[in-house]
């Protein structure tokens, strides 16, 4: 609880290292994430530092890392996963990790590079087998060799005699018959044939046929179809163009064999030398999964140590050397509470080094702002990131966190009223913490889903909280719940008042001072006959807008009393005379009284004499307005006396808030006496400010460091400006003044948004289930069933995840704009420690 109202107490520590156990003294304070080191050598640049080689060392081990995981993985193989991660190795054993992964990977890329040869030689022999069988029935080397030709030439009819007559010539005037075949790609098998055409003027006979089924393509690795063509030519002019153009079209060109005999020959050599890859091929695979196999086993333990190797050389990197370069120096920031085990770590890592010379720490004074630390759990972790998401808290100031784990659930209730809608939430966060543990959750790479689980107790707590106020509310899918039956009899009315004309009205009205009516209030939450009453919502306005009014004020009331509170504990008594009081008068003088007036009007009138009742709204312009004539209706005697007094009191504020402390200021630093009797127990908050100038000069400031004081009054020679003073306390009082008002009324969103998130659940209620429960008993069962789904989906993509987004942003801006900047700066800056409980304890960030 101290830890998470205010963050714990830091202290800056200087440890001196040995060379010799350096390394095992930040592994054992990595193991136990104490220090937030700072880096000594900020002029360096992170190349010219010492242990760089080691951390290039370190990189190229992940780059290898990263290639076993991606050939893993490519095999199907199971990535093994650790809950323990092993501990960072010794340093002589980094040279023999990497050796063993340099050889690993050596291995596996000749291994693999083999095999990608003979899928290749593989891929290109079934080609050639598909290419001879399709080609047997192109061209017949026989007598019928012209009427063959007449047939293949169907394509080019006009050319049909010219081409019987070219051949005979060519063929007397001893040209050469050359062919050309081979496989090209679907999509350019018509540009290749027209290309043909017209570079080689149609003295080509060309040939071809789909395959039947796909091949790999070699270059894209996918299933491709892919045409068959056989190429006839006369002259090696000619032949030498074809050849271009296959080369061109990126063809896959196989030797035709002349005769029929070489064919067979060639298709049974084929035939064997496709069985002997096949055979060797399922030999190079099993070779490379033993060896993925092998390496899987220690793949993890690799990746963590070379992680761990990494990060230390890392820290290494930001220490500096002593003159004899036989001892690092360090500074770090560490809670107070955890100095003695830090000592602990150091000590350990000496004894594992066997160093003669034990490493040390020791603490050391500073001016500097020390960084914030505020603890966390998987249960107010969430809440944390909230408020952190709108800055690092100071150090020591109040944490707004501790207050949010109640006040953001509820207020987010408070718009998003329904115990059904609540109910569904509750379940889905239930059950997201029931399962945290497990790995499907835990390990999810879906951005939407992690938030959902990273934010799962807040979730849970905002389903309980919309369940209590849908209650409340007596608001479930929109409907009222009749748990204690209605306090409102209706047929007593008959006895009373209503006369059968009465009964002609659209409307009746229910009066309360009738005997027997109105029993008295409901146990809890809102009457369920109001759920059908005609002025339902004017009712539930005014509830809903004086329930915003008092939640908002008290929130604020609340956070201008953190704010004193911080007043107390930094020691500024001077803050609680000039700023906490005058706020606080301030903001109960006009508000707190509007909210006393909307308690005083539930509790002293009733529906017997509620006609008399005076208009708050009213009542509060005319506290501002002074009219000449009396009021005639007021809540008691001397109220009007009360409002300027209180009017009073919140106008002299306002000068208290804007000269007070700037003078006194002023008065300080010409060497006034201060405020209080403990002003040694002040702390610094913001360095250099004109704040600190003024009490700087005064003595005794800082609490129990009486030689940094003299280091701080030599070094603190600026002038007290007070110009600079007033002009930012001019501000702070306008902003509060002004934001009294807007953020009061800004906490009207708690109406707005519950009575939106009403009405559009009565909107999707009345169109329809309505509908379907209207239809009759034939069909209505079967029609139920479908208009029941389409409602649930429409409720949890409308209702819940729209409006619980919106209800939850709106809830995040109440907290950020109108509660923390009561109290909160957030100026600090978070406490980073090295540790090694952030490191993966999986390979997938491998995988793109």
Same mark, same amino acid.
């Given at each position: 609880?101290?830890?998470?109202?205010?963050?714990?107490?830091?202290?800056?520590?200087?440890?001196?290292?040995?060379?010799?156990?350096?390394?095992?003294?930040?592994?054992?304070?990595?193991?136990?994430?104490?220090?937030?080191?700072?880096?000594?050598?900020?002029?360096?640049?992170?190349?010219?530092?010492?242990?760089?080689?080691?951390?290039?060392?370190? +990189?190229?081990? +992940?780059?290898?890392?990263?290639?076993?995981?991606?050939?893993?993985?490519?095999?199907?193989?199971?990535?093994?996963?650790?809950?323990?991660?092993?501990?960072?190795?010794?340093?002589?054993?980094?040279?023999?990790?990497?050796?063993?992964?340099?050889?690993?990977?050596?291995?596996?890329?000749?291994?693999?590079?083999?095999?990608?040869?003979?899928?290749?030689?593989?891929?290109?022999?079934?080609?050639?087998? =598909?290419?001879?069988?399709?080609?047997?029935?192109?061209?017949?080397?026989?007598?019928?060799?012209?009427?063959?030709?007449?047939?293949?030439?169907?394509?080019?009819?006009?050319?049909?005699?010219?081409?019987?007559?070219?051949?005979?010539?060519?063929?007397?005037?001893?040209?050469?018959?050359?062919?050309?075949?081979?496989?090209?790609?679907?999509?350019?098998?018509?540009?290749?044939?027209?290309?043909?055409?017209?570079?080689?003027?149609?003295?080509?006979?060309?040939?071809?046929?789909?395959?039947?089924?796909?091949?790999?393509?070699?270059?894209?690795?996918?299933?491709?179809?892919?045409?068959?063509?056989?190429?006839?030519?006369?002259?090696?002019?000619?032949?030498?163009?074809?050849?271009?153009?296959?080369?061109?079209?990126?063809?896959?060109?196989?030797?035709?064999?002349?005769?029929?005999?070489?064919?067979?020959?060639?298709?049974?050599?084929? #035939?064997?030398?496709?069985?002997?890859?096949?055979?060797?091929?399922?030999?190079?695979?099993?070779?490379?999964?033993?060896?993925?196999?092998?390496?899987?086993?220690?793949?993890?333990?690799?990746?963590?140590?070379?992680?761990?190797?990494?990060?230390?050389?890392?820290?290494?990197?930001?220490?500096?050397? &002593?003159?004899?370069?036989?001892?690092?120096?360090? +500074?770090?920031?560490?809670?107070?509470?955890?100095?003695?085990?830090?000592?602990?770590?150091?000590?350990?890592?000496?004894? +594992?080094?066997?160093?003669?010379?034990?490493?040390?720490?020791?603490?050391?004074?500073?001016?500097?702002?020390?960084?914030?630390?505020?603890?966390?759990?998987?249960?107010?972790?969430?809440? #944390?990131?909230?408020?952190?998401?709108?800055?690092?808290?100071?150090?020591?100031?109040?944490?707004?966190?501790?207050?949010?784990?109640?006040?953001?659930?509820?207020?987010?209730?408070?718009?998003?009223? &329904?115990?059904?809608?609540?109910?569904?939430?509750?379940?889905?966060?239930?059950?997201?913490?029931?399962?945290?543990?497990?790995?499907?959750?835990?390990?999810?790479?879906?951005? !939407?889903?992690?938030?959902?689980? #990273?934010?799962?107790?807040?979730?849970?707590?905002?389903?309980?909280?919309?369940?209590?106020?849908?209650?409340?509310?007596?608001?479930?899918?929109?409907?009222?719940?009749?748990?204690?039956?209605? =306090?409102? *009899?209706?047929?007593?009315?008959?006895?009373?008042?209503?006369?059968?004309?009465?009964?002609?009205?659209?409307?009746?009205?229910?009066?309360?001072?009738?005997?027997?009516?109105?029993?008295?209030?409901?146990?809890?939450?809102?009457?369920?006959?109001?759920?059908?009453?005609?002025?339902?919502?004017?009712?539930? *306005?005014?509830?809903?807008?004086?329930?915003?009014?008092?939640?908002?004020?008290?929130?604020?009331?609340?956070?201008?009393?953190?704010?004193?509170?911080?007043?107390? =504990?930094?020691?500024?008594?001077?803050? !609680?005379?000039?700023?906490?009081?005058?706020?606080?008068?301030?903001?109960?003088?006009?508000?707190?009284?509007?909210?006393?007036?909307?308690?005083?009007?539930?509790?002293?009138?009733?529906?017997?004499?509620?006609?008399?009742?005076?208009?708050?709204?009213?009542?509060?312009?005319?506290?501002?307005?002074?009219?000449?004539?009396?009021?005639? =209706?007021?809540?008691?005697?001397?109220?009007?006396?009360?409002?300027?007094?209180?009017?009073?009191?919140?106008?002299?504020?306002?000068?208290?808030?804007?000269?007070?402390?700037?003078?006194?200021?002023?008065?300080?630093?010409?060497?006034?006496?201060?405020?209080?009797?403990?002003?040694?127990?002040?702390?610094?908050?913001?360095?250099?400010?004109?704040?600190?100038?003024?009490?700087?000069?005064?003595?005794?400031?800082?609490?129990?460091?009486?030689?940094?004081?003299?280091?701080?009054?030599?070094?603190?020679?600026?002038?007290?400006?007070?110009?600079?003073?007033?002009?930012?306390?001019?501000?702070?009082?306008?902003?509060?003044?002004?934001?009294?008002?807007?953020?009061?009324?800004?906490?009207?969103?708690?109406?707005?948004?519950?009575?939106?998130?009403?009405?559009?659940?009565?909107?999707?209620?009345?169109?329809?289930?309505?509908?379907?429960?209207?239809?009759?008993?034939?069909?209505?069962?079967?029609?139920?069933?479908?208009?029941?789904?389409?409602?649930?989906?429409?409720?949890?993509?409308?209702?819940?995840?729209?409006?619980?987004?919106?209800?939850?942003?709106?809830?995040?801006?109440?907290?950020?704009?109108?509660? #923390?900047?009561?109290?909160?700066?957030?100026?600090?800056?978070?406490?980073?420690?090295?540790?090694?409980?952030?490191?993966?304890?999986?390979?997938?960030?491998?995988?793109?």
């Amino acid at each position: 609880m101290g830890s998470l109202f205010r963050s714990e107490a830091m202290c800056l520590a200087q440890l001196f290292l040995q060379a010799g156990s350096a390394y095992e003294c930040l592994s054992a304070l990595g193991e136990r994430g104490l220090a937030h080191f700072r880096d000594l050598n900020p002029s360096t640049s992170v190349f010219q530092r010492k242990y760089v080689g080691e951390v290039k060392k370190c +990189e190229e081990m +992940e780059r290898i890392l990263g290639y076993l995981v991606q050939e893993i993985k490519r095999a199907d193989i199971p990535l093994p996963e650790g809950d323990v991660t092993p501990a960072a190795p010794p340093f002589k054993q980094m040279l023999e990790i990497q050796e063993q992964l340099q050889k690993l990977e050596v291995e596996l890329r000749e291994v693999t590079k083999n095999k990608e040869k003979l899928r290749k030689n593989l891929l290109e022999l079934t080609e050639y087998t =598909h290419m001879l069988r399709v080609t047997r029935s192109f061209v017949r080397r026989t007598a019928e060799f012209e009427s063959c030709l007449l047939t293949n030439y169907e394509e080019f009819p006009t050319l049909e005699t010219d081409r019987l007559a070219d051949y005979n010539c060519m063929h007397r005037l001893g040209a050469k018959l050359g062919f050309i075949s081979g496989l090209v790609h679907r999509a350019k098998i018509e540009a290749f044939e027209k290309m043909l055409w017209r570079v080689c003027k149609g003295y080509t006979i060309v040939s071809y046929s789909e395959l039947d089924e796909c091949l790999e393509d070699p270059d894209t690795g996918e299933p491709t179809k892919w045409f068959v063509f056989l190429i006839s030519y006369w002259g090696e002019q000619i032949g030498q163009k074809v050849k271009k153009i296959c080369d061109c079209y990126h063809c896959h060109v196989y030797p035709y064999p002349s005769t029929p005999e070489e064919r067979r020959t060639v298709m049974e050599g084929l #035939q064997v030398r496709i069985q002997d890859l096949h055979m060797v091929l399922h030999k190079t695979e099993d070779y490379l999964r033993q060896v993925l196999c092998k390496a899987s086993e220690s793949i993890y333990t690799w990746d963590v140590q070379v992680k761990k190797m990494k990060a230390i050389y890392h820290v290494l990197n930001l220490c500096s050397f &002593d003159v004899t370069n036989k001892c690092l120096i360090a +500074e770090v920031w560490c809670p107070v509470a955890d100095l003695p085990n830090m000592r602990r770590a150091l000590e350990e890592g000496s004894s +594992e080094s066997g160093a003669s010379v034990p490493s040390f720490m020791n603490t050391i004074p500073t001016k500097e702002t020390p960084p914030t630390l505020i603890r966390t759990n998987k249960f107010t972790s969430g809440f #944390q990131d909230i408020v952190d998401a709108y800055g690092i808290g100071s150090y020591r100031e109040v944490n707004p966190a501790l207050f949010t784990i109640i006040t953001f659930p509820f207020l987010f209730a408070v718009m998003f009223g &329904d115990c059904g809608h609540g109910f569904i939430m509750f379940l889905f966060a239930l059950f997201m913490v029931l399962y945290e543990k497990h790995p499907k959750l835990l390990r999810s790479q879906d951005e !939407i889903m992690k938030m959902f689980f #990273q934010g799962r107790y807040i979730i849970l707590l905002m389903g309980l909280f919309s369940v209590y106020t849908g209650l409340i509310y007596n608001d479930c899918f929109s409907k009222s719940l009749n748990i204690f039956d209605s =306090h409102w *009899n209706v047929s007593q009315m008959f006895a009373v008042e209503w006369r059968e004309e009465d009964m002609k009205n659209q409307y009746l009205m229910l009066n309360p001072n009738a005997t027997g009516v109105f029993i008295g209030p409901y146990p809890f939450g809102i009457d369920p006959i109001w759920n059908l009453a005609n002025n339902r919502l004017s009712f539930l *306005n005014s509830f809903k807008m004086k329930m915003s009014i008092i939640i908002g004020v008290t929130h604020m009331t609340f956070g201008v009393i953190l704010g004193g509170l911080n007043h107390l =504990h930094f020691k500024k008594k001077y803050n !609680i005379y000039l700023v906490f009081i005058p706020q606080l008068l301030f903001i109960l003088s006009i508000f707190g009284y509007l909210v006393f007036m909307i308690i005083y009007k539930w509790l002293a009138f009733s529906a017997k004499n509620s006609e008399t009742a005076p208009s708050i709204l009213i009542l509060f312009i005319n506290m501002f307005l002074f009219p000449n004539k009396r009021e005639p =209706h007021i809540f008691f005697e001397g109220q009007m006396v009360l409002q300027k007094f209180l009017l009073s009191v919140a106008v002299l504020s306002v000068p208290v808030l804007l000269f007070g402390k700037p003078l006194y200021l002023y008065w300080l630093s010409n060497g006034g006496q201060s405020i209080g009797a403990y002003r040694k127990g002040y702390r610094l908050v913001r360095k250099e400010s004109e704040e600190e100038i003024a009490l700087l000069r005064t003595h005794d400031i800082e609490e129990g460091s009486s030689s940094l004081d003299h280091r701080h009054k030599d070094e603190e020679k600026e002038e007290f400006n007070f110009t600079d003073v007033f002009m930012d306390q001019a501000i702070h009082t306008i902003e509060y003044c002004l934001g009294c008002i807007s953020n009061s009324a800004s906490y009207l969103r708690l109406w707005a948004l519950s009575l939106a998130h009403a009405q559009l659940s009565e909107v999707l209620w009345a169109m329809i289930m309505r509908v379907g429960l209207r239809v009759d008993a034939t069909y209505g069962i079967i029609l139920l069933i479908p208009v029941s789904a389409l409602f649930m989906v429409l409720t949890i993509f409308i209702l819940l995840v729209m409006e619980g987004l919106s209800a939850f942003l709106h809830a995040v801006r109440l907290h950020w704009v109108e509660f #923390q900047n009561k109290f909160y700066a957030g100026e600090g800056y978070k406490f980073t420690p090295f540790s090694f409980q952030d490191i993966s304890l999986h390979c997938n960030r491998y995988i793109a």
